[in-house]
């Protein structure tokens, strides 16, 4: 599994994922019935108020996609933990105050139109280092999908360069 912003993710894809993964096409959120898709105890671990009564261990955890529902991740167990019981705001959840794209640098989207705009950057690489001092991954872990943001970075560079009537950027892969 590559991520996208270049560095190699911990996550080994062997058949007892691959497995896993054909069981999270099948999983619905229980509330919504929604789409799902699983992430890691270490997703959850990050994301969770420490207060939370919801199982780790011995279990598949999943986060539920869709924008208008309060579930934010739920386990086999049918345990859940809804979007009041986070400790940061996951970006596509309706209400979010913050929208962090970059959960790895802390980058929202209002930095990422502002790069675009006020500074002319238009890649991942750029952005991230005019407002940090250096580059930060660690997908598997700090997106609340457990995947890498980079798809979305780059779907709002190339809305604000639209705006702009500029022509947009093709995310390039490493
Ligand atoms: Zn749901």
Known sequence: ????CGHQ????????EIEDDLKAKKQRCPVCGGKVKK?????????????VKYIKKDTN?????????????????????????????????????LVIICYCNYITKEQIREAVR???LKSWD??????R?????????????GECCTDYFYEIINETLDKLGKEGVIKYEI
Request: aromatic residues 8%; contains cysteine; proline residues 2%.
């Open 61 to 97: 955890h999943y986060i539920c996609l869709e924008h208008d529902c309060k579930v934010a991740y739920f386990n086999e167990k049918k345990e859940m933990i809804t979007i009041d019981d986070i400790r940061m705001p996951i970006w596509f959840k309706k209400g979010a105050d």
């Open 133 to 145: 001092k250096r580059k930060n991954c660690a997908c598997h872990k700090l997106n609340p999908i």
């Open 126 to 131: 750029e952005i991230v280092l005019h407002y």
């Open 9 to 16: 993710s911990s996550g080994q894809e062997n058949s007892s």
């Open 39 to 51: 992430v890691s105890s270490d997703v959850v671990n990050t994301f969770a108020n420490k207060e």
């Open 1 to 4: 599994m590559k991520c996208n």
């Open 118 to 120: 006020d500074h002319g």
